[in-house]
Every structure is written in C-alpha cells, then in structure tokens.
C-alpha cells in the first residue's frame, strides 16, 4: 500500500527518530538527514580523553503508555535504565530539601544510547546538512552538500528541528507553516562539564538550583553504566544563558564554577564549556505536531509538543500515525474510484 513512498525526515534527534521508525514499520522508504555525524540530537554526551559526560538531556521521564511501551523495550535492550539520584532543591536563600517526585531514566551507557539504538535499523545520512528544500512536481527535492544525494527527491518531507531552523529552512518553500515555527520561543543554555580525580562528597547526586546562575547540577558519574573519572555537569538557568548566549566560554566557564564553589563544589581538575543555542521551549502551537497532506509536508519536535524527550518522542510518533492515516484514507479512495469506473458509474 504505501511501500513505493519515500519520506524523508531531516532531524536524527528523537522525535525524528521515533517518526522514522514508525513509517518505516509501515513500509514506507524513509531517509533520515543529520547535519551531525551521529544521532540523538540533544540527547547527547561529550567524549574527552577517557571522559564522558552528558551534557544536553539529563535524565527523562516516561508518563504516556506508548513512551512507557518504548522504554521498556529500550532496558530490555540495555541502552537504557531507571536512575535514581539522591535530588536537592536548594531555593534562593540555600535551604535545601530533597525531591522524591520523579521516575527518572536515563540513556546507557550515555545519554545517546537509545536514539543510537533507534538509528540501528534506519538508513541515516549523518554530516548531511540540508540547507535548502524547493517543491519539486508533487515531492520535494533537498539541498544538501552529501554526496549522492543532491538530486534526490521524495514524495514528502518531514522536519524533525528546532523551531528557528524549522523556519529558516521552510520560509521561502511554505511561508505559512515557517510563520509557526516563527512563533515557538526557545532558549539558550550554557553547559558545564567538570572532571575530578576523586569522587566530591556534596550530599547529593543531583540538585535543582534556584539561586544565582544554575539552575542543574548532576553527578554524572552516578548514573549507571559510566565509566572514567568522577564528572559532574552544570547547566545554567534559561535567563542567565540567554543573556549570556555570547559570552567568551572562558569567561562563562569563571562565572560558574564560582555558582558552584557557593553551593560547596570545590574547582575541578578540568573542565569544558559547551553552548546550547536551542536548549528549551515554549510551545507555540497547541499541536503536538503539523501535518501538511496537500504538500507532504510535516513537523515534529519537543518545541511543538512541551520541550522534553517523551514529548520529542510522542510528536515524532503522532506525525507518523498521521502520514499512515492519510495514505490508508488516499490509497481507500483511490480503490472507491477505481471500484466506481469499473462498475462505469463515475461519468455521465
Ligand atoms: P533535537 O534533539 O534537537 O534533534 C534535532 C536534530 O536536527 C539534531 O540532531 C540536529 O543536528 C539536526 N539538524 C538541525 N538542523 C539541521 C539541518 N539543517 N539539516 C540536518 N539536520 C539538522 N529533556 C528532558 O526530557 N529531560 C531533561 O533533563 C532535559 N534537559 C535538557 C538540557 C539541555 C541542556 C538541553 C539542550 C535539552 C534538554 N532536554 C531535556 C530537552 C530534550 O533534549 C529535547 O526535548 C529533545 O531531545 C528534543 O528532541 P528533538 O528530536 O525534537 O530535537
């Protein structure tokens, strides 16, 4: 029914993945594009000499059954496990209580691993930026600098970004639907990595800040399946990042570690500064996603469906159900048709 189709998703973070997979369960030919070499998107881990650390998506949680489905076949896989920290919120005058709330799993043995997992059984072109997208007959044709692909076309295209390179890269090709993209609010975020030779005494694993600079602190030396040096990772508040999103890293980097000498973490034996240009959302539709059935053209992404990974996930899954719902709804009307010519009932 719909195996002669071809799709291509542009995003290897997870809702990309999570709509790739789906479609190509229900026999559609679907390429995945990432600008990166590898997939995960956000959910991604830096590697130093002997080091590792997670420094986008900390931990996430799994609510909707379908998520929830999903995880579990990702524990059984081993590419991903509960975590559970010993969680501080300190307030703005430093009083601290501990943060019992969440079930909270993460990626093994990094942050990457499921969407590494996911990415397995797909075809996913990495360092394959696409940099224009032009309508082509009734598919779509990509720009792209990845050699073998630059005059490939496809019958739809599905965009699996952020929000503000969701726009750039519809805004001359569907101006309506960059205009919404237009609209989603995201915001910078500064990341820390710190190593030591020695695990820190602090009290905790993790802690919610709500004072100064930071706002999350994590051992990620505590999450199961790390192995190397004892690291932690800061991550700075949305509004101080945003403030600061071009700030000297060096600078950036001194004004952290001093955040966190306040809350008792002693000064690392290394550290690396990463930013996030697009670290979270607001969403700014109601939609969980956009699906464009006249156009083949859709988006997912945690910006259109609450900026965590179960909702990157959920909106990449939703989009596809759509696509699979519309080719089922055109391939049956086609059928009608044909059934009405033959019966010679379709013309006077
Ligand atoms: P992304 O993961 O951003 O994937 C988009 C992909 O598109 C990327 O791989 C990118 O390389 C690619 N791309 C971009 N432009 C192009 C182009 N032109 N051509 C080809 N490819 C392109 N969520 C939680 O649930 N819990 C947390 O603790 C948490 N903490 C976070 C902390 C930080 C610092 C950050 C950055 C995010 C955090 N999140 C957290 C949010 C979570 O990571 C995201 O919601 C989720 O990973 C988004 O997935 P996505 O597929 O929508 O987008």
């Known amino acids: 029914m719909t195996s002669n189709r071809s799709v291509a998703v542009i995003g290897a973070g997870l809702a990309g993945l999570s709509c790739a997979s789906a479609l190509q369960q229900a026999g559609l030919q679907v390429t995945v594009f990432d600008k990166s070499r590898g997939a995960g998107g956000r959910m991604s881990t830096r590697r130093g000499d002997g080091w590792q650390c997670d420094h986008g998506a900390q931990y996430f949680t799994a609510s909707h059954p379908d998520f929830r489905q999903e995880v579990a076949r990702w524990e059984r896989a081993g590419v991903a496990a509960r ?20 079930e909270r799993f993460v990626g093994v043995p990094a942050m990457s691993a499921p969407a590494l997992h996911l990415a397995l059984d797909l075809n996913v072109c990495g360092g394959a930026a696409i940099t224009g997208l032009a309508r082509a007959g009734d598919g779509w044709r990509l720009r792209t600098a990845l050699p073998g692909y630059a005059d490939t076309g496809f019958d739809m295209v599905l965009l699996a970004l952020p929000a503000p390179q969701t726009a750039a890269l519809l805004r001359e090709a569907a101006p309506a639907q960059a205009a919404l993209a237009e609209r989603a609010e995201m915001f910078g975020c500064w990341a820390m990595m710190l190593r030591y030779d020695a695990p820190l005494a602090l009290g905790f694993d993790a802690a919610f800040v709500q004072q100064g600079p930071l706002r999350w602190i994590a051992r990620d030396s505590s999450k199961p399946g790390r192995s190397g040096p004892e690291t932690w990772l800061l991550h700075a508040s949305p509004e101080w990042s945003q403030a600061h999103l071009e700030d000297d890293p060096g600078v950036v980097g001194v004004t952290l570690l001093e955040a966190f000498r306040a809350l008792d973490g002693p000064a690392p034996q290394a550290w690396t500064a990463h930013r996030w240009r697009y670290a979270s959302t607001w969403p700014g539709s109601t939609a969980p996603y956009l699906w464009v059935p ?16 179960e909702a990157a996930w959920l909106s990449g899954r939703a989009l596809a159900a759509s696509v699979r719902g519309h080719l089922v709804a055109s391939s049956n009307s086609t059928a009608e048709a044909r059934q009405r010519k033959a019966e010679g009932g379709h013309c006077r």
């Open 83 to 102: 975590w559970a920290p010993v969680v501080h919120l300190i307030d703005g005058d430093g009083n601290r209580e501990m943060d019992v709330r969440n």
């Open 294 to 309: 006249e156009h083949g053209l859709g988006m997912c992404g945690d910006w259109l469906a609450g900026g965590t990974v």
